[in-house]
């Protein structure tokens, strides 16, 4: 394989983690066949086969790409396991049985890849253990996934905050981020950016405002309601505040 290839090994040695573990491996395997996404099944190629393709720093990046995607579904099937109370490769032997199953778990394991906080990754395996076990469960948490996939805790701790203005207390027509904020006052100036993204997944929605001085007026939708219900189901709507709200935020840009 000549030299540069053996320095290769070099490289993947000195990024973080190193290898990637059967497990992982066919995990990833899975989401690739579901997905149609062949990128998540590369972390199972030997990095001696893209050795004599690329540069020494072209193959330590894509390596350390690789074992990012790898370790969040580690951390995903470490997730699983305690959320099952059981050994996830007993959990899957158990649950996984046709090729429904299967489409469950490689979605599942899909969205843990790009899962960049513990709060994702605990909702990822909190619903797919529960899904798993309750079969009628299954479209409706896929659903709620392919929704939820790019948002992370200050989405979730922002949505917390806005649900209660429009379901309790007779709900309010329309809110802004002023008011979601004066609920929720750990938000900030990022107030300004969550409901707008929000409102992209669809789970609020710009109205016009009834008096000319308001700005930037939002409504929480149909399917905002049904996410921040589901979110409080499960345990993970992150109706929080203090330091264990700023400690979830913090997680959405490891």
């Given at each position: 394989m000549g030299e540069f290839a053996k320095r290769a090994g070099d490289v993947v040695a000195s990024t973080a983690g190193g290898t990637v573990g059967p497990l992982v491996t066919a995990l990833m395997a899975t989401a690739a066949v579901v997905t149609r996404n062949p990128a998540l099944a590369i972390a199972s190629v030997p990095t001696g086969?893209?050795?004599?393709?690329?540069?020494?720093?072209?193959?330590?990046?894509?390596?350390?790409?690789?074992?990012?995607?790898?370790?969040?579904?580690?951390?995903?099937?470490?997730?699983?396991?305690?959320?099952?109370?059981?050994?996830?490769?007993?959990?899957?032997?158990?649950?996984?049985?046709?090729?429904?199953?299967?489409?469950?778990?490689?979605r599942m394991v899909d969205a843990a890849t790009v899962a960049r906080s513990d709060w994702k990754t605990r909702l990822l395996a909190r619903a797919y253990v529960r899904g798993a076990r309750d079969g009628d469960l299954v479209d409706e948490t896929e659903m709620f996934v392919s929704v939820i996939r790019d948002l992370e805790p200050p989405h979730a701790r922002f949505l917390a905050a806005t649900y209660p203005l429009f379901v309790t207390g007779g709900g309010r027509p329309y809110t802004n981020a002023y008011q979601v904020a004066g609920v929720d006052k750990g938000l900030g100036p990022a107030s300004s950016l969550l409901w707008r993204h929000l409102c992209e997944r669809g789970i609020f929605k710009e109205t016009t405002p009834e008096r000319r001085e308001e700005v930037d007026i939002f409504r929480i939708t149909d399917l905002g309601v049904a996410v921040a219900e589901w979110l409080r189901e499960l345990g993970l709507g992150l109706g929080i505040s203090g330091q264990a709200a700023a400690s979830e935020g913090r997680g959405a840009g490891t």
């Amino acid at each position: 394989m000549g030299e540069f290839a053996k320095r290769a090994g070099d490289v993947v040695a000195s990024t973080a983690g190193g290898t990637v573990g059967p497990l992982v491996t066919a995990l990833m395997a899975t989401a690739a066949v579901v997905t149609r996404n062949p990128a998540l099944a590369i972390a199972s190629v030997p990095t001696g086969a893209l050795a004599d393709a690329m540069t020494e720093q072209g193959i330590q990046l894509v390596t350390r790409t690789l074992l990012g995607s790898a370790e969040r579904v580690e951390r995903f099937a470490e997730a699983v396991a305690e959320e099952a109370g059981q050994p996830v490769e007993d959990f899957i032997a158990e649950h996984v049985i046709d090729a429904r199953d299967r489409e469950f778990l490689g979605r599942m394991v899909d969205a843990a890849t790009v899962a960049r906080s513990d709060w994702k990754t605990r909702l990822l395996a909190r619903a797919y253990v529960r899904g798993a076990r309750d079969g009628d469960l299954v479209d409706e948490t896929e659903m709620f996934v392919s929704v939820i996939r790019d948002l992370e805790p200050p989405h979730a701790r922002f949505l917390a905050a806005t649900y209660p203005l429009f379901v309790t207390g007779g709900g309010r027509p329309y809110t802004n981020a002023y008011q979601v904020a004066g609920v929720d006052k750990g938000l900030g100036p990022a107030s300004s950016l969550l409901w707008r993204h929000l409102c992209e997944r669809g789970i609020f929605k710009e109205t016009t405002p009834e008096r000319r001085e308001e700005v930037d007026i939002f409504r929480i939708t149909d399917l905002g309601v049904a996410v921040a219900e589901w979110l409080r189901e499960l345990g993970l709507g992150l109706g929080i505040s203090g330091q264990a709200a700023a400690s979830e935020g913090r997680g959405a840009g490891t």
